[in-house]
């Protein structure tokens, strides 16, 4: 299992899988130096399904039209075997004869693979793979989860999750700030705003949970406007997390140090399911993304919290358990409905699964590794019309962008 920093991307919305990875992949196949005239980019699957609604075209065409005259081609009922989000690279020469192509995936979370490299692959950081086997080794060893990544990353790591706490607060001042409609043309107002607005003039329990939304919709619709956020583990739920440790540390007065070692717990979890089986939508539904976010966010919130690591297995459990079979189905492909309320709820929930977790001594019947591997199945059963391909679910009714 490679380094949590896989995890949390810094970049820019409104997708890890669509924009991300594609702007990654443009500037890999730039760096192939062939004497091209133009640049086509064939978008396949899920990509070409929602890659309008999520910018992918504009993601790619910025990165290589500086460079050369680019053309995109859309394919979105061809799924190439390997992974739904495929995308072909060609380059022509002056007789626009082909001489360079180049077939690479975006496989969730702005990571990248084909038939010959793997970036879920790059180097093993870490020695087990399993939560089950790390918690039996951190209860052995009077270890907390945040030390076994301590002594497995090296010493840069806190720096790197330091810039990722701040990008994160960013986006959430950035996003409680903005007002207005969102791009893309659903005509989606940002609430964020209105709802801190509201939260304030409530009685502490309402207010409390009205905040954590308030957070949650601000980087969420950050995201959805293009803006700089970090993947946790993907940006269409990258509100989850932040909102709860900016949260936690407003009203528990966390120290940094403290949220940097819940951080570093939340991206062990989710580099687990990742590396077990997909935190990519179009491969599992947001099953994947959200509930891996609130498992994510429960494990972090039950650390700060002081819980055992069966406690904090147990939130993070929770977190995803309730969140097996959700769909992946953005209304016209665009990263907005139902993903950012989805976001907002999902928030509130891993602090139920912290709580809930709080209350007992750790022990139940179901572990985290079972979870994440019916989450697998779960997904590889979903059809496709239910991940991020746009065709199915809520996004039925809606026109695609």
């Known amino acids: 299992m490679e380094s ?3 995890i949390f991307r810094i970049g820019h919305g409104p997708s890890s899988s669509h924009t991300m990875g594609p702007i990654r992949a443009s500037q890999m196949f ?7 005239a133009r640049f086509q980019v064939t978008l396949y699957g899920s990509l070409a399904a929602t890659g309008k609604g999520h910018m992918t075209d504009k993601a790619i065409l910025e990165e290589l039209t500086p460079h050369r005259p680019t053309t995109i081609v859309w394919e979105p009922k061809v799924f ?3 992974h ?3 995308m072909k690279f060609e380059a022509f020469n002056a007789n626009d ?3 360079d192509t180049w077939t690479v995936y975006s496989i969730g979370g702005g990571t990248l693979a084909n038939e010959d490299f793997n970036e879920l692959k790059t180097s093993e950081v870490y020695d087990l793979h399993y939560i089950k086997d790390i918690q039996a080794l951190c209860e052995r060893d009077g270890l907390a989860y945040w030390e076994y990544v301590a002594q497995h990353e090296n010493s840069e790591i806190w720096d790197y999750l330091n810039e990722v706490w701040k990008v994160m607060q960013e986006a959430i001042l950035r996003g409680l700030e903005a007002e207005g409609v969102l791009p893309g043309g659903l ?7 209105n709802y801190l607005i509201r939260a304030k003039g409530y009685g502490s329990n309402i207010k409390s949970r009205g905040m954590v939304y308030a957070y949650a919709l601000a980087v969420s619709e950050e995201n959805a406007a293009g803006g700089r956020i970090v993947t946790a583990p993907t940006c269409g739920s990258c509100g989850v997390l932040p909102a709860v440790l900016y949260h936690l540390r407003e009203t528990r007065d966390f120290r940094d140090s403290r949220i940097l070692r819940a951080l570093a717990t ?9 590396t077990n089986a997909s935190v990519s939508g179009a491969e599992v539904g947001c099953q994947g993304e959200v509930g891996v976010a609130c498992a994510m966010a429960g494990a972090a919130a039950n650390q700060l919290f002081g819980g055992s690591p069966a406690q904090i297995e147990y939130a993070a459990e929770m977190g ?3 969140h097996l079979g959700l769909t992946c189905d953005p209304v016209c492909g665009l990263v907005q409905i139902p993903c950012i309320e989805r976001n907002a709820f999902a928030a509130a929930r891993a602090l139920d699964a912290n709580t809930y977790a709080t209350f007992s001594d750790g022990k139940h019947r179901v572990c985290f590794d079972q979870v994440v591997e019916v989450m697998r199945q779960t997904g590889n059963d979903l059809p496709s019309l239910y991940k991020e391909t746009s065709e199915g679910g809520l996004a039925k009714p809606y026109k695609r962008l």
Request: glycine share 10%; charged share 25%.
């Open 80 to 82: 190439l075997p390997f």
């Open 320 to 322: 995803l358990e309730h």
């Open 30 to 36: 730039l760096e192939r130096e062939h004497d091209a």
């Open 4 to 6: 949590i920093k896989q």
């Open 266 to 274: 939340a991206g062990l979890f989710g580099n687990v399911v990742r």
């Open 187 to 193: 005509g989606l107002q940002r609430k964020a705003s």
């Open 97 to 99: 004869e082909c001489i």
């Open 84 to 86: 739904p989000n495929g």
